[in-house]
């Protein structure tokens, strides 16, 4: 079953704002990632974040953690057209495998 | 080199064909992947080798054949595809033998099955 999912699946913003992306899981995790992927390219990771952790930041990006509401954040300060991509959270399980699982992933255009 | 480098970029195929994609890194990594992905959708987890050793076999059809070499090469060899077997195949690798760690990926293979 899917373990993660993303709320918006699409987003467009004006160069400059900032943008919110939200995933949600439903089983308790290790730790929830974040992946970045432009255009039929490969994904780059972005963020990790701990069960014990509640926030992380790095650069113009921070994650949140709630993991009494099951729920991250990824909040991308300042965007840039460059931010243009599809981001995808990801969580393994905290029994079994912990393999990771994708989210359906948000659509992101950053519009000049 | 932090580089997952994956060949070829782009592939085209008969059903009848039999062909292989390469993943390479020399990070030194113990764990490597590969993931298939239909357009947009997120990437589905299908074989991971753990120690050079085959650890999960997601159910994939026997179509598609893993193989680890050794711990810096891996292998998919594909044999009497369908056309819906057409996606991007991501290959990634990750630091220990645990596969909830940091996935660094390679740029993928786009193949279309005709």
């Known amino acids: 079953s899917q373990q993660g999912e993303e709320d918006p699946q699409a987003l467009s913003i004006q160069e400059g704002e900032n943008a919110t992306m939200n995933c949600s899981y439903k089983t308790s995790i290790n730790n929830l990632q974040w992946y970045r992927q432009n255009s039929g390219r490969g994904l780059v990771h972005l963020i990790l974040i701990r069960s014990n952790e509640r926030e992380k930041h790095s650069g113009r990006l921070r994650v949140t953690l709630d993991t009494s509401k099951k729920s991250s954040s990824l909040l991308i300060t300042a965007s840039r057209a460059a931010d243009t991509a599809s981001y995808f959270c990801a969580t393994d399980h905290l029994q079994g495998a912990q393999k990771l699982v994708f989210g359906q992933g948000t659509r992101l255009t950053i519009n000049p | 080199d932090t580089e997952v480098t994956q060949t070829p970029k782009h592939l085209v195929m008969g059903m009848t064909n039999k062909k292989s994609l390469k993943c390479e890194q020399h990070?030194?990594?113990?764990?490597m992947y590969w993931y298939k992905q239909k357009a947009k959708k997120p990437p589905e987890l299908m074989f991971v080798y753990s120690y050079e050793k085959l650890s999960i076999n997601e159910s994939v059809p026997s179509r598609f054949s893993p193989e680890c070499p050794n711990s810096s090469l891996l292998n998919l060899h594909l044999h009497a595809l369908q056309p819906e077997d057409s996606a991007l195949y991501l290959c990634?690798?990750?630091?220990?033998?645990?596969?909830?760690?940091?996935?660094?990926f390679g740029s993928g293979t786009q193949l279309s099955v005709l």
């Open positions: 990070m030194g990594h113990r764990a």
């Open positions: 990634a690798s990750s630091q220990g033998g645990r596969m909830n760690e940091k996935l660094f």
